[in-house]
């Protein structure tokens, strides 16, 4: 199912109107959450959707602590923002609509979005030349420098074709797998749908959300670790 929203000249495609469906749910989520943390009795055990809340961010800040380091709660904020969203954009398919990640505009802003902070952070965290030095000179031999610096200017570069296009590449294929096999099949692929579901929407789904989210967090520890 699509939604497109027309405001006047200009057009929201699906895309765009899921994701902002996506980002006004998740919002409202975390204001709910919020409520609910600033209610809770400290002296008490945690129980319902408190637990929930608390066994939810335990799990993430470790799976962050584990590829950041001790930076972890720094950036968990930022880290935790994203696999929500992804989560939650990547399944949608499970209630007819259709994923936002499912269109390259999305997945490149994402991805351009992610690095950015990534730079921004690492320039914080060890200022401007200090960042420039570690990320595109390194230990390379002074005669070498004018071969590895382009080099390393295009792998920089490079994380914004294959963030995007792996998260696009994958939430678009199980999309189109699912479409073939129901107009092969026709009504005989009914019985197959929920296992389908389960496999390309939310397997597919959460891997491809941990895989964005490891990847960003491995360039948000070389980003911000100084060189030995």
């Given at each position: 199912m699509?939604?497109?929203?027309y405001?006047?000249?200009h057009t ?5 109107v899921?994701?902002?469906i996506?980002?006004v ?13 600033n ?6 055990l ?11 961010y335990?799990a993430i800040?470790?799976?962050i602590?584990?590829?950041?380091g001790?930076?972890?709660p720094?950036?968990v904020?930022f880290?935790?923002s994203?696999v929500?969203y992804?989560i939650?954009?990547n ?5 007819g ?7 390259l505009?999305?997945t ?8 950015t902070y990534i730079l921004?952070s ?6 401007l030349l200090?960042?420039?030095k570690d990320?595109f000179?390194?230990?390379v031999?002074?005669a070498?420098l004018?071969?590895f610096i382009p ?6 570069l490079s994380k914004?074709?294959?963030l995007s296009?792996?998260?696009f ?6 999309t189109?797998l699912?479409?073939?096999?129901l107009?092969m099949l026709?009504?005989?692929?009914l019985p197959?749908?929920p296992l389908?579901n389960?496999v ?5 789904g959460?891997?491809q ?13 070389d980003?911000?670790e100084?060189?030995t």
């Open positions: 699509d939604i497109t929203i405001l006047g000249d929201l495609l699906p895309a765009i899921n994701s902002l996506v980002t749910v998740l919002s409202l989520f975390f204001i709910i959450c919020s409520i609910t943390i209610r809770a009795d400290p002296t008490k945690s129980k319902g959707f408190m637990f929930l809340i608390e066994f939810a335990d800040f470790n799976f602590s584990d590829s950041v001790d930076k972890a720094k950036y904020p880290i935790f994203i929500s992804l939650v954009a399944l949608l398919g499970l209630i609509l259709v994923s936002p990640t499912a269109n505009n999305i490149v802003s994402l991805t351009i979005f992610a690095l921004l690492g320039i914080f965290a060890k200022g200090g960042y420039l990320t000179v390194g230990d031999p002074p070498l004018i071969l080099i390393n200017i295009v792998g920089e914004i074709i294959s296009m792996r998260l590449g994958n939430i678009v294929s199980g189109l699912m479409a073939v096999v107009q026709n009504w005989f692929a197959l749908f389908m389960g390309f929407d939310i397997f597919a959460l891997l959300a941990l895989i964005f989210a490891t990847l960003v967090m491995i360039w948000m520890k980003a911000t100084r060189a």
